[in-house]
């Protein structure tokens, strides 16, 4: 079906799908409104929180599928309500390079970030996604950089690096950006490897 950005509408309604999960921030309008024109229901998701996650899947299983709350979306809610653990530690979160992209204000993923007792040093930026250059990213004096194996794929000998003198630990792209099951188990898994790292 190709990525979010070009979906191959032609083969989604050849599949008679009962349901199509877009979202706003991933998916074009022109590709939902292509759907929905061609008799595909399509789900749209507006998701700036692990609130936002929650409350959406939630009706989603229960309102648009009437199949109740799955077991995982509970766990999940619990895990994610506990408080953040402390002392805060200070965060650059990259999600590109060459153009350097950070996590920004109103992100899931910077809702995340606060749940896990981290301070987003560009949460205050008023982009989602700014472009930073890599001599900013490196003066932000954070405590910690962390590095997702998505979108971008960072990896030990791709992006620790770029940071010397700063502790990097590289995380799960899915358990930071992703909402859906790996929410139940991502809480632990993060601070795992934060702690670790």
């Given at each position: 079906?190709?990525?979010?950005?070009?979906?191959?509408?032609?083969?989604?309604?050849?599949?008679?799908?009962?349901?199509?999960?877009?979202?706003?921030e991933e998916n074009r309008r022109l590709d939902v409104?292509?759907?929905?024109?061609?008799?595909?229901?399509?789900?749209?998701?507006v998701i700036e929180s692990v609130n936002d996650a929650l409350r959406s899947m939630g009706r989603l299983f229960v309102d648009?599928?009437?199949?109740?709350?799955?077991?995982?979306?509970?766990?999940?809610?619990?895990?994610?309500?506990r408080p953040a653990p402390r002392p805060d530690l200070r965060v650059v979160v990259p999600i590109w390079r060459?153009?350097?992209?950070?996590?920004?204000?109103?992100?899931?993923?910077?809702?995340?970030?606060a749940r896990l007792g981290l301070v987003n040093l560009f949460a205050e930026d008023g982009q989602r996604y700014p472009h930073v250059g890599?001599?900013?990213?490196?003066?932000?004096?954070?405590?910690?950089?962390?590095?997702?194996?998505?979108?971008?794929?960072?990896t030990a000998d791709d992006g620790p690096e770029a940071f010397p003198g700063v502790r990097t630990v590289l995380v799960?792209?899915?358990?930071?950006?992703?909402?859906?099951?790996?929410?139940?188990?991502?809480r632990t898994r993060l601070l795992?490897?934060?702690?670790?790292g």
């Amino acid at each position: 079906m190709r990525g979010t950005k070009d979906p191959d509408r032609a083969a989604i309604v050849d599949l008679a799908p009962d349901l199509v999960v877009a979202n706003q921030e991933e998916n074009r309008r022109l590709d939902v409104d292509r759907l929905r024109a061609a008799g595909v229901p399509v789900w749209v998701t507006v998701i700036e929180s692990v609130n936002d996650a929650l409350r959406s899947m939630g009706r989603l299983f229960v309102d648009v599928l009437d199949v109740g709350v799955p077991n995982w979306l509970g766990t999940a809610a619990a895990e994610w309500s506990r408080p953040a653990p402390r002392p805060d530690l200070r965060v650059v979160v990259p999600i590109w390079r060459d153009p350097w992209m950070v996590v920004g204000a109103r992100t899931f993923t910077g809702d995340v970030l606060a749940r896990l007792g981290l301070v987003n040093l560009f949460a205050e930026d008023g982009q989602r996604y700014p472009h930073v250059g890599l001599e900013r990213l490196q003066a932000m004096a954070a405590d910690v950089v962390l590095l997702p194996d998505e979108p971008y794929a960072f990896t030990a000998d791709d992006g620790p690096e770029a940071f010397p003198g700063v502790r990097t630990v590289l995380v799960s792209g899915r358990d930071l950006t992703w909402y859906g099951p790996s929410l139940a188990c991502a809480r632990t898994r993060l601070l795992q490897a934060i702690r670790k790292g």
